[in-house]
């Protein structure tokens, strides 16, 4: 397939090309549209040009293109809250205490202390604004429950999204900002004026179902872990799924089977295309296959809880239920490249989501890869033949997500063609044969011994994956890439492909470059990660002090070493600075850092005397220190106060700095206090 020849390529390239500018580079709506209108009438004016001419030149070609780029990043612009006049952001009340009307549109997964909820605004103070926010509620009130689509008024304040606290740690705010959510609520029941149903939409009628579903399914014996898998697999609800479940199937390769997403949906396609194969006999059959096949995808995608996911998934199939009817792979490809344009349409946002990038990689691996592995072996049994096509789409799959997924997830599951091989074969089996049981256990038909065999089939699958798992020598953790590299990386597996298709000088060329390219980059990277930095770490109730130097980190904590070789700041942090060794110490009194003094005051609130002062201190353990006289005693250039603190000390602490015009830090909220 000669992708550069491919007209769809060119204008979602250009497309996805205007999104990627509009989002890096601050660009405002009334110069990308002052510029849409220019371009647009000089394509009309080469259009014209262009029906006079016998030979075409490129203008024509090249303002269409243009104007595809002038669109994505309208488009892009135009999705973007702060250009909507009626999204909240955009009114002078945040900072104040308000009333809400909010109407809740999904259930996520709680955290310790909390029940969370995206909701959607359509009123504060009696003004009609909209927007999502974020909806906390503590979980000691146990005997409350918010459903979708329940409206819910109440008096509180907005709050800021939580922000990392510690380097390269999980930035849930932008994650949520990706999703059009910008601030948080927290309330207590007692706090919610009234409480009523709302407007039924979709997203109520499924979220009715599935408890409905689970109702039935509990009453007849599902339980723990195959109740968990059954709302994950076929619900699109992965709220029930331990921990440890989790990781294990992160660990053996197949944690995408977790998600409702493309391999789900693909398969069910699949199932569809068997179950409506007769209709082909009938005259216009193929047609009315392809309704039935899409009808029901959509159907299970409102089951599914209409998640972004699910929605991405459904769509993309849609569209290569048509095209895998017409056999042709230029079809297939254009089809997807199809898909993606309309939902980028709908949500430019999608392009920044992991799911929408990992699942069109996946999928655009499998349409261009798969097929040049399975010319290398012909296998003569059917058995022979349903595991080469098992292997050669996981391993095209994975390629196509390897090195993204590490860049995400700073982990690489070795045994992933073992899982692969062993679960997608049964995965057909067990989405088929759950589908079956969630709708006789609906009509209260379901017989004893499907309940058993399901759940005998289930708790096999977690078995076989938990085994996968504990073969830890197959296991690579801490593996990083920077977005550079990702990219280099997927510019060399692509040139290359393109070689082995065609082998020419100019190709062999490209790839050669590309390799360059990289090795110039994992120099300049290893050179800048060999500087040295000290950091306090943000640690609730507890003191982290770190001493990197090249590739040694030298930790300073009350912490023992086995603690915090499990802590997951420390490892992210490890394994994005390209950390060989470390070792753990208790936290010292003083420290000497590139020529800078450094003192520690615990809670004994004893601490030395100095003469010509010193460049930090560090507040640990709530001292009883009286911060006046300390100041006039050492002179702090800096006061840090960790985590370690009580919040009313360092609230106390930080009114004495501001008086004292002396900078003040504290990682509770500032973040972890880094000193190159």
């Known amino acids: 397939m000669r992708l550069v020849n491919i007209t769809a390529f060119k204008i979602t390239l250009c497309y996805l090309a205007g999104i990627l500018c509009s989002h890096f580079f601050e660009i405002g709506l009334n110069h990308i549209q002052i510029a849409g209108i220019l371009i647009s009438f000089l394509l009309l004016i080469a259009w014209f040009r262009a029906r006079k001419m016998i030979f075409q030149d490129g203008v024509f070609g090249g ?83 918010l459903a979708v689509d329940d409206l819910i008024f109440f008096t509180t304040q907005f709050q800021e999204l939580p922000t990392p606290k510690n380097p ?55 339980s723990g872990n195959p109740l968990a898998l059954i709302n994950a697999l076929l619900l699109g609800q992965r709220q029930e799924l331990s921990q440890e479940v989790y990781s294990d199937f992160a660990a053996a390769g197949a944690v995408h089977i977790l998600a409702v997403s493309g391999l789900h949906v693909g398969i069910i396609m699949l199932i569809l295309q068997f179950v409506f ?114 292997f050669t789409v996981s391993c095209s799959a994975q390629l196509g997500v390897s090195f993204l997924s590490i860049y995400y997830f700073n982990h690489f599951p070795g045994l992933f063609f073992v899982t692969n091989l062993v679960v997608l074969p049964f995965l057909g089996l067990i989405l088929g044969f759950g589908i079956l049981v969630i709708l006789l256990a609906t009509f209260k038909a379901l017989p004893q011994f499907m309940i058993d065999g399901y759940t005998a089939l289930l708790d096999g699958l977690v078995y076989f994956i938990n085994w996968a798992a504990s073969q830890k020598s197959f296991y690579f953790d801490g593996l990083t890439f920077t977005k550079l590299q990702v990219v280099l990386l997927y510019l060399i597996i692509i040139t290359l492909i393109l070689v082995l298709q065609k082998f020419s000088g100019r190709r062999v060329v490209y790839v050669l470059s590309a390799v360059i390219c990289l090795q110039v980059v994992f120099i300049w990277n290893k050179r800048k990660a060999a500087h040295q930095e000290f950091v306090v770490f943000h640690k609730s109730r507890n003191s982290i002090f770190g001493i990197k130097n090249g590739n040694q980190l030298n930790l300073f904590s009350n912490l023992d070493a086995e603690q915090m070789n499990k802590e997951t700041l420390i490892k992210n942090y490890k394994t994005k600075s390209k950390i060989k060794h470390n070792a753990t110490k208790s936290v010292l ?7 800078k003094t450094i003192v520690v005051i615990d809670s004994l609130s004893v601490y030395p005397s100095v003469q010509d002062g010193v460049d930090l201190v560090i507040l640990r353990n709530s001292p009883r220190v009286h911060l006046e006289r300390m100041i006039d005693s050492l002179k702090p250039k800096r006061i840090i106060a960790d985590g370690s603190n009580y919040t009313t000390y360092v609230n106390r602490w930080r009114e004495t700095a501001q008086k ?16 190159d």
């Open 63 to 145: 303002l269409a293109f243009f104007s595809l780029f002038i669109f994505g990043a309208w488009v892009y612009q135009l999705h973007q809250p702060f250009n909507h006049k009626d999204h909240y952001i955009n009114e002078t009340f945040i900072a104040e205490r308000n009333s809400f009307l909010l109407k809740i549109k999904s259930q996520l997964k709680p955290d310790l202390y909390n029940e969370k909820y995206t909701a959607s605004i359509l009123a504060i103070d009696e003004k009609d604004v909209r927007g999502d926010v974020l909806l906390l509620i503590p979980k000691d009130t146990l005997d409350f429950q």
């Open 168 to 222: 390269y740690q999980f930035d849930y705010a932008a994650y949520l900002n990706q999703l059009g959510i910008y601030h948080q609520l927290r309330i207590n029941k007692d706090e919610i004026l009234l409480k009523k149903k709302g407007k039924t939409t979709l997203k109520g009628m499924a979220f009715e179902l599935r408890k409905h579903i689970n109702t039935r399914l509990t009453d007849n014996g599902f």
């Open 277 to 390: 194969k007769p209709l082909e006999r009938l005259r216009s059959g193929k047609t009315i296959k392809i309704c039935c096949v899409v009808i029901c995808l959509w159907m299970f995608a409102v089951i599914a809880g209409l998640s972004p996911s699910v929605l991405r998934a459904v769509t993309m199939f849609s569209f290569l239920a048509y095209a895998m009817e017409s056999n042709r792979e230029t079809s297939t490809f254009n089809t997807l490249l199809a898909s993606a344009f309309l939902l980028l349409t709908l949500n430019p946002n999608l392009l920044f989501h992991i799911g929408f990038q990992m699942s069109y990689l996946a999928v655009f691996a499998i349409i261009w890869i798969n097929p040049m592995l399975q010319k290398h072996y012909h296998p003569k049994t059917i058995v022979d033949r349903k595991l080469w096509e098992i």
């Open 589 to 595: 009194e003083t420290f000497r850092y590139k020529h």
């Open 660 to 675: 004292r015009k002396l900078p003040f830090h504290h990682t509770g909220k500032e973040g972890a206090f880094v000193l």
